[in-house]
């Protein structure tokens, strides 16, 4: 019998809908209960440290998040570049859907986790450093997709991580008891 490796992803920390229009996809899921968004602009100057498949990448994404209890729902519109997110809406004729979900691999270094995902046949496919008001956002998008159907992310946060500037759609949470996660920032703190 087989031995299967050590599990080590972790938790689901985020689902994401790529999209060739951001505001058509918040919209369908504002009427599901899901949001307000908290949207960002991924440049050269809000991620200044950018790869694709092994080389430099110049890549640019409209990227929205809303905290749903655990979960944030994440939505990618790509803007300019090559990245994983333009190949997906090519190879499906430009039409939405879940593109990849992110893992939070027990909070271990993201080195160890390029480390075990390489070990399991996994190289990065798409990875950048997303500068916050304080600290980085380290993100991995791992070559996953031939052999499980989708991407997998993962994603670490520096511990003195602030949000960077952003725009709410539609509009702020209100802050009220029944929405305890009202106004966290992405790390959910």
Request: charged content about 30%; proline content about 7%; hydrophobic content about 30%.
């Given at each position: ?138 993100f991995c998008f791992f070559d996953t ?45």
């Amino acid at each position: 019998m087989q031995k299967l490796p050590t599990p080590f992803l972790g938790s689901i920390a985020e689902v994401c809908i790529v999209t060739p229009d951001h505001k058509k996809t918040m919209d369908g899921l504002l009427r599901l209960g899901i949001g307000p968004f908290q949207v960002f602009d991924f440049t050269s100057s809000t991620v200044p440290e950018r790869s694709f498949r092994g080389s430099p990448g110049s890549y640019e994404l409209k990227v929205c998040f809303a905290k749903q209890g655990s979960l944030t729902f994440e939505i990618m519109q790509p803007v300019a570049g090559e990245s994983l997110m333009a190949e997906y809406l090519d190879q499906r004729g430009g039409k939405e859907g879940v593109q990849h979900i992110a893992f939070d691999c027990e909070n271990i270094p993201m080195q160890e986790r390029k480390r075990q995902m390489r070990e399991r046949g996994y190289e990065p496919a798409m990875e950048g450093v997303w500068m916050g008001n304080k600290g980085t956002c380290h993100f991995c998008f791992f070559d996953t997709e031939d052999s499980t159907g989708t991407i997998f992310e993962s994603i670490d946060f520096s511990h003195d991580w602030e949000d960077p500037d952003f725009e709410w759609y539609p509009q702020p949470p209100e802050r009220d008891e029944s929405n305890n996660d009202a106004g966290k920032d992405l790390r959910g703190k």
